[in-house]
Structures are given as C-alpha cells and as structure tokens.
C-alpha cells in the first residue's frame, strides 16, 4: 500500500483533499507507514462527518472504500494498533500528541480526546455532587457568603441565604411548599406533572437536563426554576441565559419574557429573572484567532446557567463552556435529545442524556423529588430501557467496540428529566402525532397519518418547480411589509427545508428556483447583489459584529432608503442592522438545510427530501424538520424512502456516553 491511494481516494469522492493532506503529514511526522497514514485519513473523514472518533475494529482487515475501484484493504486489527503505538504522533489516553489510542482501538484527535475527556470529568463532577454539600464560595448565593456554620438564624430564609450553594431538601421544601412555591406555578391535577419534578430537581442539583419537544414547557419550566432560584437566595444572584446561536438566544429571550409576563410573580421576583440571553460565543468571549477569553483561568463571572437548544452544542464548545464555569455555578441545559445532533463534532446532549427511554430515577431522587411535589413520582413505562440504543446504529458495519454495561444508578442517572407532553401538539393535530412517530420509529402510524392528508399535515410527491411555486406563495406577504420589523416577522412564517445542499431538492437548486420566480412575478430585484427583501444566513462568525453561523437576517431599506441587514436581536425593540458591506460570508435563505434550521421555528414548514436515499437522511432529520412547525407541514418524500428514514437512526461516534453512564 502506497501513498498513491490517496490521490485516488480523492479523485473518487471516498475522501477530502483535506483528510489527503492530514494524512500525508503524519505520515510525515510519523514515520511514513501507509497504516498510519490510511488511519490519519479515515480519522479527519470521520471527524468531518461529525464523529468524534474512529473505530478500528469494523475496518481492519477490510476494504475501506468498498463503493469505489480502489483495491485496497486495511490491515488486521492487532497489526494495526501495534503499527499506531509505534508511532510518534500516536500516543495514549492523556497524551498530548497529534492522535490518541485508547485502549477499546478508538483513534482520536488529540484535541478531541481532551475535549471528550475534560467534559466528562467536569459533567460527573458536578453530578455527583449532593444538596447538602456546604459551599467554599457563594455561587448560588453571591460571592462572598459565609458559611453555613456561622449562621445562627433557624428562620429558613435566614438558612437558604447561608452559604449552601444547594440547599438542602429541607429548606427547599420549605419555599416550594409554601402557598407561593411549586403549586403556584402548576395547578395541581391527577396527572403527574413532570414539569414541577424538573423544577424541584433542578433546584437540587448543581448540573441538570431537561429535555423535551416542541411544546413541552421547557422555557416555562426554567422561568420557573430561575424565579424560585431568586427566592432561595436573599442575595442577588448572577444568572445568565445562552444559546448556541443569536437566533436561539433571541428566541430564548423572548420565551422568558413571555414566560415572565404569565407567571404569578410579584415584581421583585419578576424583575430577578433576566431578561436577555447571548450566544456562548459571546458568553465565552471569542476574540478571532484567540480561542476564548474565558476558561479555566479566568471564570465567568455568574451563579447559575441557563443554556437552551443544548443538542446544538458540539463537543469542543461544550467542553470549552464547561472548563469556564465556576465550580460552584449551575448548569441547567434544555434541548430536545430527539433533534438532530450538532453541525460539528459530537452527539453531546443525547449522550449526556443517556441510553434509557426515559432515563432512569434513583430511589433515593424518587422520594426527594415527591416529598418536593408532594405527590409520589410515578415509574414511566418503559423506564430503564435501551430502545434507543438498540436501534442506533453507525456508518460501521460491526460494533466497534465490546457492548458497554450501561448503569442504572450512574450519577447523571439523577439529573435527566424527560417532558413528553406537548402542548402545541395536543388534540386533533397531526403534526404532534406524526412526530412522535417518527422519533419513535413507528413507519406504520407515520404512513397513516400522511394518507389521511389531515389539514396541517400535508403529503407531497411533486418536482422541485412545483416544490418552488408552492414556497413562492408563501413569501409574498413578507414582501410587501412596510416595516423592517414586519418583513422579518412575515418571513418567519414560512421557510422551505432541504436535507441535502447539492441535487434537484438541495438548498442551492431551490433557492435559485424560488428566486428566478420571486422575480418573474416582479416581487424581488436580483440585479443587485443586496435587493430589498432578500433573505440571508451568516456562515462563518463575526465576533466583532457579535454575528455568528447560522444567524438569520434579511435585506431591506433603512428611513433613508438605504438598503440595510436586518437581525432580530434580544434588545428592547428587538432588531439591530448593519451595512451589507460589513457582513461576514453569508448565502441566500429562501431554502435552507434541517440542520440549519435547529433553533428556528416558523407556522408552516415545506420538507424536500430527494428521490434517492442518502447516508444524510436519518429519524432525527425527519423528526428536527417537522417540529420546526408550529401550525402546519408539507412533506414531499415518497412512501419508501419514508420507511428507510423513520427506521434509521444514526449515533455518531464516540465514548462520551460510555464515560458518563458505564457501571
């Protein structure tokens, strides 16, 4: 096995002209033996398709490029990892060299084994840690409370603003049960209301999930926990609310707000409640080619995170979020585990969430939580399972490593709560149902619910001008807005999505469609690079604009005629603009990918999915694209490509859920 290999691995689309440079300089630096230099390659593959890692044992001794001409075959397992641990550019777990081998033949980036490594070590950390444990520095409460030994008070307010950073069952029983506590924000009914046990269970942990759909009451849960966090401190505490993008952030904000708005609270707790999110990003203090001004070293300055749309957190980012929080801080992360996983490396919220449906409660959780809600916390069907995990399944043909036990009574066992009940979806809508099969894997009651063309759940087979005509429709009302804030709040309603960027269906060929027929009907003028109306996303993050990948704006005319970008923001008018001139790279939006669209949400969404399978199309694509409907959904799929989607579900991967969650 030569070095020719690569070019025409290359030359075939089997790899990147990127993964043929990596591969030829560790190769380079490392000793030159084509075993290496394949590994290099297949590594950089997979950590561009959003893996973390690179499974030997499923490619040893096999083609690696079965679909190609290219004769070529890897070699067995063992020589394989003795040809690795020869190399100088192959270290082991806690090494700091170009690649890592783990013990289970799992190749790293160097970088990314850090990064899986330092985030479990941090996330266990703080899941392991009790309500009772004292504080040596007042996160929940404010820098600079004294000890809980100092203090003489018995009055319980006197006690929870001792200098515990969790408080004690007891003392947080004694707010939630007040009159003014947990019942006061969720009437009590027959139902077990999951909503109060996130609450209760977030306000006793210092690192906690809540993970639910659409509709579920994610953002009203965390007002909730925000304004009972306020009360169990009698000093000011330092909270703050991110998202992974400034259009998430905006969304966020503006959840909370409305949360604020219809909660029974009183102003001095309604006003303790922030009122503004930022990116992480921003929250971290990215300065181009810097890296972060915050980490290890130099903390951020807070008591309690708040961080939404979390499945859209990639690994190095999450790690990077981690290592910069105080270590008496609280994390609370809401997203949906169902989604989609990130853009880049990792599948982070889904395995900190774990590989039981629902995750499972400890005992000892079970009955603190119930003496918090005062009702006993029901077992959910199904609790302890693995149906997630055992549908799952990789690009690899075998498992790449020995099945792992996972633990019922892991630590993060007790900081998952799982809201299953949505709202939005309740009743005779078909878009809920339709949802909850697909992320169920149910093709049976998906197809059915597709041929009763129900009235907001519509079944297409048309071609993509058709496709463009039905999306056209839709835009003309943003069109004709008079107002900057009213274009941006009508092209929200609609947007058409791709689950692919290149083909007849792809983001590319309708956005040129939609905007040649924009045109034709005299709606848009595309002579000008930066028309009146044309809509836009950021690409690439501009720290100094605080614009980053994926932020949503729209062209149009300022006071003065003046053609301006637009962008919803978490500011009192909720707008902010910039000269075109300024933007960073950014394209056209009339159509754009599922996984683009995670942290949006529009009233009626247009799927265009190809005529032929992709290894792209997967249960979570379906799923992310119809729950970014709030009303209605068109779906252009055909029935068979169907079942292969809703029965396919890819795990990227990695070890960070065997970290978190082995025995």
Sequence with gaps: MNGHWLEIAVTQGAL??????????????????????????????????????????????????????????????????????????????????????????????????????????????????????????????????????????????????????????????????????????????????WQKAAVALALSRRFSVISGGPGTGKTWT??????????????????????????????????????????????????????????????????????FRHGPDNPLHLDLLLVDEAS???????????????????????????????VEAGYVLGDICGPFDPPPLSEAMRQRLGQLCGKPIPHPEGEGMLPRESTAHSECAEPAITPTPFGRGAPLADTVILLRKSRRFEGAGAIGRFAAAVRDGDFDNALALLVTNPPDLHWLTEGPERLADWAIERYQGYLQASTPAEALAGMERFRLLCALREGPFGVGRMNLLIEQGLAKRGLIDPSTLFYRGRPLMVTRNDQGLGLFNGDLGLIWPDAQGRPRVWFTAAGPDGLRSFPPSRLPEHETVYAMTVHKSQGSEFDEILLALPNEDSPLLSRELLYTAVTRARHEAALRIGSELLRLVVERRVRRESALRERLWSR
Excluded at 40 to 58: F, M
Excluded at 124 to 139: C, F, H, I
Excluded at 240 to 246: H, I, Q
């Design 16 to 193: 990147r002209p990127f993964d043929r440079h990596f591969a030829l300089l560790m190769g380079e630096l490392g000793g030159g033996d084509p075993g290496l230099m394949l590994a290099a390659a297949l590594l950089t593959k997979a950590t561009g398709e959003g893996h973390v890692c690179l499974p030997l044992a499923p490619i040893a001794g096999q083609r690696p490029f079965p679909e190609g001409n290219l004769d070529l075959t890897a070699p067995s397992l063992s020589r394989w990892r003795a040809i690795l641990s020869a190399s100088p550019v192959v270290g082991g777990p806690g090494a700091f060299t170009p690649l890592i081998l783990d013990s289970a033949g799992r190749l790293y980036l160097g970088r990314y084994w850090h990064y899986e490594n330092d985030l479990a070590e941090a996330i266990l950390a703080r899941a392991g840690e009790t309500e009772e444990e004292p504080a040596s520095s007042g996160a929940l409460l404010g820098y600079g409370a004294h000890p809980a030994s100092q203090s003489t008070s018995t009055d319980v307010f006197a006690r929870l603003g001792s200098g515990f950073l969790l408080r004690p069952t007891s003392c947080i029983h004694a707010v939630v049960t007040q009159p003014t506590g947990l019942d006061r924000f969720f009437p009590g009914t027959s139902e077990f209301d």
């Design 312 to 342: 859209m957190v990639d690994l190095p980012l999450m790690a990077r979020l981690l290592s910069a929080l105080p270590k008496q801080a609280r994390l609370i992360l809401l997203g949906d585990r169902d989604q989609l996983a990130s």
């Design 222 to 291: 965390a007002a909730v926990i925000l304004a009972l966090s306020a009360r169990l401190s009698e000093r000011p505490l330092r909270m703050v609310m991110a998202a992974p993008t400034g259009k998430a952030a905006a969304r966020l904000a503006e959840s909370i707000r409305a949360a604020k708005a219809g909660l029974p609270l009183d102003e001095a707790e309604r006003a303790a409640i922030p009122d503004q999110a930022t990116t992480i990003h921003r929250l971290l203090g990215a300065r181009p080619g810097e890296g």
